[in-house]
């Protein structure tokens, strides 16, 4: 008997050193995306990819310009808030529409940390007919810790209702 707890203590301690010892690169934090025919997890980083986009649920590509975007999907032209084509939600890192541009056609909650995009949203457009999206601040201790983007508007500021660089999660109606 002892020395099958000593045999279960030995392979728990053995599991345990071998899991402790995983490389930290091999452990996906965020979502894949499907980048110059090679898989990033966006929660790592973007490369130099400027637009990713959600096509579907599971379906996320990213592009390293918006003209490589258009290029490849006929959907948009350079940069701008026009570019955010009916259905979808986009967001900017910067404002007036201008930086990493990430955006979704698929409803849900995206915690933006899985996307690299948390607390860096500045600029929106939203071409939904009927829903439009929330944003969400995961700071507890302050109150209004949400807004409401309409559908069918674009946001040029998020500093006009303070919401620059505040966005930790988004939900696409």
């Known amino acids: 008997m002892r020395r099958v707890k000593a045999g279960v203590l030995a392979a728990m301690t053995i599991g345990i050193f071998s899991i402790a010892q995983a490389p930290a690169d091999a452990v996906p934090v965020g979502v894949p995306a499907s980048y110059q025919g090679t898989t990033i997890d966006l929660g790592k980083g973007w490369a130099d990819a400027e637009v990713c986009a959600e096509f579907a649920v599971g379906d996320v590509r990213c ?9 490849t999907t006929g959907r948009f032209g350079p940069a701008a808030a026009e570019d955010c084509a009916y259905t979808w939600v986009c967001i900017w890192e910067n404002i007036d529409h201008t930086g990493r541009r990430l955006q979704w056609n698929a409803s849900g909650t995206k915690k933006l940390a899985d996307w ?5 949203a500045s600029s929106a457009a939203l071409h939904r007919p009927q829903s439009g999206a ?3 601040n995961y700071v507890t201790a302050f ?8 559908a069918n508007h674009i946001y040029s500021d998020f500093r006009d209702f303070g919401w620059n660089d505040k966005a930790d999660e988004i939900q696409v109606g």
Not at 63 to 71: E, G, M, Y
Not at 116 to 120: Q, S, T
Not at 143 to 150: D, W
């Open 63 to 71: 592009f390293r310009t918006p003209q490589d975007f258009a290029a």
């Open 143 to 150: 109150p209004n810790q949400h807004a409401y983007l309409a």
């Open 134 to 136: 929330t944003l969400v």
């Open 116 to 120: 690299g995009f948390r607390d860096m």
